[in-house]
């Protein structure tokens, strides 16, 4: 959601705050912009759509900063670009300014002109207002103005080798590398230029004075900060000119390797013991992360017969939840910076409850509000729509799970052993690429289509429906299999493709009789199941069967052909699996 990164370098600076923007990118494409500071003053280049339109002829000066965005206030469009400039400033940001139409009323009042839609403009426009000489000072008078949420990059005409930068509840780190530092909303654009990297809290600065970064308070006291060593570990490599996406998904073996090594060496007793002997156990995560939740929840209250809430991060924070001391939140998230997400969690800390937290960036906001980390593996992970970090949320949660039920019941459920398997058994999964895409194939015209499955598979079904709306453009909707029959099924007709999910032996003719009712109203059904020998002649095109696991870990591997053929629909239907239209990942804003 918008990346801003800031990059002082005695030499090539602009060309490495090109390559951070190019890693940036996955949080908005709608346009790009740099500016760099240099002797003649600021010079910019701006415009819409992707960062490759920037490339030109380098910009002269040694700090520079740079914006992918993905709009809020106006239209992507060269003029709503970033950076903003005013009098002697230039200014990136991402978040929301929530009073910004005021501010601009009374900047305009003041004789002032606007050249863009942005809620962002008025940042620079009143930094420059507020200027009489001391940089830092007055990026400082203007922050303590906004309301909402952000992360600005600032550049002075005047302190050519400074850039001052602000974070309040948006993502900022600072980083340090061979012969440059930076500023960025995020650790992995930087991977492989730093070395060192540490992130600000809310309402701190960052200034860059030349190769030195100071972190400050509002008055510009200097807070002193430790830096940590961080490097690549698992991002993933593009194959010829495949897509992230499709090499994200070959990677789930390897991250669900990673992060059961991880999980072996936690010491799980605090959040064992805090889950058994919670009254209520909540759930908050958006999106794919969402659907994870979900399947924990599940699983807990079945396994350990403990109470699970699961909501939508953006319904928590605002549905006054019954949450309390006692309770536990875990709180689910790839990026960390998701704002529903950290909204949630702030909430259930205020009300005393103790959160568990799932996340992929051990850096991230999330992880330092949690009050224990379950860190997944997944690698850095580009593609918008969430892959490879969804099974590695699973195995991670089904961890938890198990050893809620072994403190509850001093025994670890049997499915607990198989997990060391999961990572064969996912390897086994992506053996279906190929009859994904055939099926992609056979379905490329298709306008619209159901997923369907009972227990745990209904939430593999939606996310089955979530890939594909999110990365093919076609209405994908997913319902408990029983439900069909109580108004969806009212929208099928000929040729309408009806995809069920089932894994649990018990329920497998139960979501057999769905699809054949659906059949009966001219559905084409598909089934994803490993009891496919159980089901045949059932009327349904039988998937090649999945492998075989403890049916409560099936989730960990139903997923991947569903994961393959959202990627083979979007690609045969001639769309980026990586960007898909109108969304961005890390939504830092609500
Ligand atoms: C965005 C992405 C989704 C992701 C969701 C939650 O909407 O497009 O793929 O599942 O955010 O992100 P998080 O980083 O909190 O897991």
């Not at 490879?388 to 025994?411: D, E, G, H, P, W």
């Amino acid at each position: 959601m918008c990346g801003i990164v800031g990059c002082f370098a005695e030499s090539g600076c602009y060309e490495k705050l090109m390559a951070a923007l190019v890693n940036l990118e996955y949080r908005g494409y709608d346009s790009a912009g740099v500016a760099l500071a240099g002797e003649k003053g600021i010079a910019v280049r701006k415009k819409k759509g992707a960062v490759r339109n920037l490339f030109g002829q380098p910009l002269a000066g040694t700090a520079g900063i740079g914006h992918t965005r993905w709009a809020t206030h106006g239209k992507p469009s060269d003029e709503n670009a970033h950076p903003h400039t005013a009098g002697k400033f230039a200014l990136v940001h991402n978040g929301i300014i929530e009073n910004y139409a005021a501010l601009r009323a009374e900047l305009s009042a003041r004789g002032e002109t606007f050249s863009s839609e942005t809620d962002s403009e008025v940042i620079v426009k009143l930094i420059a207002a507020l200027y009489s000489g001391d940089f830092f000072a007055a990026v400082a008078a203007a922050c303590a103005r906004l309301k909402g949420s952000y992360a600005v990059a600032v550049l002075c005409a005047d302190h050519p080798r400074e850039i001052v930068c602000a974070a309040y509840k948006s993502p900022l780190v600072a980083g340090a590398g061979k012969g440059a530092v930076y500023v960025c909303s995020d650790v992995p654009a930087l991977f492989g230029a730093v070395s060192y990297v540490c992130p600000a809290e809310d309402g701190e600065f960052l200034h860059v004075c030349g190769s030195e970064i100071v972190f400050r308070r509002a008055d510009g006291t200097p807070v002193p900060k430790v830096f940590c060593r961080t490097e690549e570990e698992g991002g993933a490599r593009r194959q010829g000119g495949g897509s992230y996406m499709e090499a994200e998904i070959a990677q789930i073996p390897q991250g669900i390797s990673r992060t059961l090594a991880c999980l072996r060496g936690c010491d799980f007793a605090p959040a064992a013991r805090v889950l058994r002997a919670a009254g209520r156990v909540f759930t908050a995560a958006c999106g794919t992360a969402h659907h994870a939740a979900l399947a924990f929840g599940h699983l807990l209250s079945q396994e350990a017969r403990i109470p699970v809430l699961c909501e939508a991060a953006s319904e928590f924070r605002y549905g006054d939840p019954l949450i309390g001391a006692g309770d536990v939140l875990v709180a689910v998230s790839q990026s960390g910076e998701t704002a529903d997400t950290l909204e949630a969690v702030r909430l259930a800390k205020q009300r005393g409850a103790f959160v568990i937290a799932v996340c992929n960036a051990p850096l991230s906001t999330l992880s330092r509000l949690a009050d224990l980390l379950l860190q997944t593996c997944a690698g850095a992970e580009v593609a918008v729509a969430a892959t490879k970090s969804y099974n590695c949320q699973l195995l991670c949660l089904y961890y938890l799970a198990a050893q809620a039920v072994f403190f509850k019941t001093t025994r670890f459920p049997a499915w607990f052993f198989a997990l060391e398997g999961a990572a064969r058994a996912c390897g086994q999964a992506l053996e279906s690429a190929a009859a994904a895409e055939r099926l992609a194939r056979r379905l490329q015209g298709a306008r619209a289509m159901y997923f369907i499955g009972r227990g745990a598979d209904r939430f593999t079904a939606a996310e089955g429906a979530l890939k594909v709306r999110e990365i093919a453009y076609v209405f994908a909707e997913s319902c408990p299999a029983g439900e069909l029959k109580h108004g969806t099924l009212a929208l099928v007709e000929e040729g309408f493709p009806v995809f069920a999910v089932a894994t649990a032996r018990a329920l497998l003719q139960k979501t057999v009789n769905s699809l054949a009712e659906a059949r009966a109203r001219g559905a084409r059904p598909v089934l994803f199941t490993q009891y496919g020998a159980e089901a045949a002649g059932c009327g349904a095109e039988l998937f090649p069967p999945l492998p075989s696991l403890p049916e409560p870990l099936m989730p960990l591997v139903s997923v991947i052909p569903l994961q393959w053929f959202a990627c083979h629909f979007c690609l045969l239907r001639g769309f980026d699996p990586d960007r898909p239209r109108n969304l961005a990942k890390s939504v830092t804003v609500e």
